[in-house]
């Protein structure tokens, strides 16, 4: 008989400092140890729920009654909720984009670092001669954490007959939901406000008034205005992309398959394009996604476990905690171009 038929569940595997559910299981019951056998390929929350026989998706898919059929079982529900919270966070995923680093921590409080080098004439160290000084200092502010979430308004009996695979699309959504707030507040972090404002770069018109109000030209502004950052990403409104996709740069064939073929936007700059609503519609931010940003997480998805496990169903809450700070000031610049002549 296989180790993970033999673990005991409990509420208090949820509630370990700075370890989640699945975590907790696999320190139990390792899946190194299944190499070679019919249940490798599985993690130790995927092993409990073959243990118990429980179907997430697919043909065949059980309902919620399916989890509460024993007490061990009832334990393994907040972790389905929250994977499926986490898949609708992935499939809205663009703080992978640009995130250049994330720092998970266990309470709510986080001071972030910056650096600054040494100006010098010489780039190059002269015999006998000083090396220029790079210093880290910590930030004087602390980053602001905020916690986002929603409370699972519903009961028991109105769930127990629901299948799993129809209680996970309503749980993606919630994650997507999660995620362009996250987004929003990424990209608070990455304007700055008044003293710690990014750069705006001031699109400069060479024509005339009834001109575009974009041009190939302005992007190469941005371009150039990073350096030496590089551009990788652009994050503008739908309107802003609307003008870039207008530019008779981007009507080549290859940017065209590609973005009919996969719906994927490249700029001719090679950078990313990523929708955000809340970028204004005149500008368009640029940045270098390995230096501008610092994703800071407190704890995981939490899935208030006692009243799941309990049936207790009608105001769980569900949250995630996270924050963000700038690595780079000069690695994110924002592109005007609504400036008259």
């Not at 190939?216 to 950052?229: A, D, F, I, V």
């Amino acid at each position: 008989m296989a180790y993970c038929n033999s673990i005991k569940l409990e509420k208090g595997m949820y509630n370990v400092g700075g370890k989640s559910f699945t975590e907790v299981l696999e320190e139990l019951d390792p899946s190194e140890n299944y190499k070679g056998s019919p249940l490798d390929g599985l993690d130790a929350y995927q092993r409990q729920l073959k243990r118990f026989d429980i179907k997430v998706s697919g043909p065949g898919c059980d309902t919620v009654e399916k989890f509460f059929s024993a007490a061990d079982s009832a334990v393994l529900f907040p972790e389905f909720l929250a994977r499926a919270i986490k898949q609708g966070i992935k499939a809205s995923d663009v703080l992978s984009s640009i995130v250049a680093a994330t720092t998970k921590i266990d309470g709510v409080d986080y001071r972030s670092i910056t650096s600054s080098i040494e100006e010098s004439e010489s780039t190059y160290v002269t015999e006998g001669g000083s090396i220029r000084s790079v210093n880290v200092t910590k930030n004087p502010a602390l980053v602001s954490l905020k916690k986002h979430g929603r409370l699972l308004s519903s009961s028991y009996e109105a769930l127990r007959f629901q299948n799993l695979d129809v209680i996970a699309v309503i749980l993606k959504q919630i994650g997507m939901d999660i995620a362009n707030e996250q987004l929003s507040d990424a990209l608070t972090e990455l304007l700055g406000s008044e003293s710690t404002a990014a750069t705006e770069i001031k699109a400069t018109y060479s024509g005339s008034p009834e001109a575009p109000a974009l041009s190939y030209s302005h992007l190469l502004q941005l371009w150039k205005g990073l350096n030496p950052y590089k551009l990788n990403v652009m994050l503008a409104s739908s309107a802003a992309i609307n003008d870039i996709l207008s530019l008779s740069e981007m009507r080549d064939a290859v940017a065209g398959l590609d973005f009919q073929g996969t719906g994927n936007v490249v700029t001719p700059m090679g950078a990313k394009l990523i929708l955000c609503e809340s970028v204004a519609a005149n500008k368009i931010v640029g940045l270098d996604k390995d230096f501008a940003l610092q994703m800071i997480q407190s704890g995981d998805i939490v899935v208030e476990y006692d009243k799941v496990i309990d049936k207790q169903l009608e105001r769980a809450g569900i949250t995630m905690t996270t924050g963000f700070s700038r690595i780079f000031k000069d690695a994110v610049k924002v592109l005007n171009y609504s400036i008259s002549s």
